[in-house]
């Protein structure tokens, strides 16, 4: 199993709608967890970190499911501007090391 | 403030000449990071600086690569003999604190070896 896995998309969604990505991680352990957006080619740029159960921003959510191992992002009322790909990143316990998930793509349509 | 910044922006370079990257972290970040970005492909992590050292190092794809800081601040990453899948963006970033810290990321250098 990867250490972190995400579903890549491309995810097709309407302006408005509401749309929630999964990720899953392998250590149990793990205490902290990112979600970056990363627009094409740029760098990636932090969108939330979770610490504990979750964390909202605005039209942001993320939520961490310890119990099964994922972290979720949800986005609602969705821009056009939201479109981007986005990544999970889960620091190694132990190790030092960063595992980045390959991304999903969202694609806003008008 | 200052964001992370890399240079050169962009490299082209013919194959089997050395290049050197380089990073200048946000003032005041311990931690600085390299990452692999190949063409529609994910980031790869390459190496992690806490300060000057570098804890592990088996991320550098191969012994052509070599990464180094000092200071606290600037770090530069080499790479010697350069090969055509050597052709990436290579992006820095710094954070606070160590892994467990959100990064800061820097535009990038974008190499190509012909």
């Known amino acids: 199993r990867k250490e972190v896995e995400q579903d890549p998309g491309p995810f097709n969604v309407p302006e408005g709608a509401t749309v929630a990505f999964n990720c899953t991680y392998s250590?149990?352990?793990?205490?902290?967890f990112f979600w970056y957006r990363q627009d094409c080619r740029k760098e990636p740029k932090l969108l939330m970190s979770?610490?504990?159960s979750g964390n909202e921003d605005g039209r942001f959510t993320a939520q961490l499911n310890r119990a099964s191992q994922y972290i979720s992002l949800l986005i609602r009322d969705s821009k056009l501007s939201d479109s981007a790909t986005y990544l999970c990143v889960v620091p190694s316990t132990g190790a030092n090391n960063l595992f980045f998930g390959t991304g999903t793509r969202l694609t806003v349509i008008p | 403030g200052a964001g992370v910044s890399q240079s050169p922006s962009n490299k082209v370079t013919e194959k089997g000449k050395d290049v050197e990257l380089r990073c200048d972290p946000i003032s005041g970040h311990t931690a600085l990071y390299w990452y692999r970005q190949s063409l529609g492909q994910g980031l790869e992590f390459l190496i992690y600086f806490q300060g000057n050292s570098a804890p592990d190092k088996s991320g550098l794809p191969s012994d052509r690569f070599s990464a180094e800081r000092t200071g606290g601040s600037v770090s530069t990453l080499t790479i010697q003999r350069t090969q055509q899948e050597d052709s990436a963006v290579y992006l820095c970033?710094?954070?606070?604190?160590?892994?467990?810290?959100?990064?800061?990321f820097g535009d990038g250098t974008r190499l190509s070896i012909l």
């Open positions: 979770v610490y504990s």
């Open positions: 250590n149990s352990a793990s205490q902290s």
């Open positions: 970033a710094s954070s606070l604190g160590g892994l467990n810290q959100p990064q800061h």
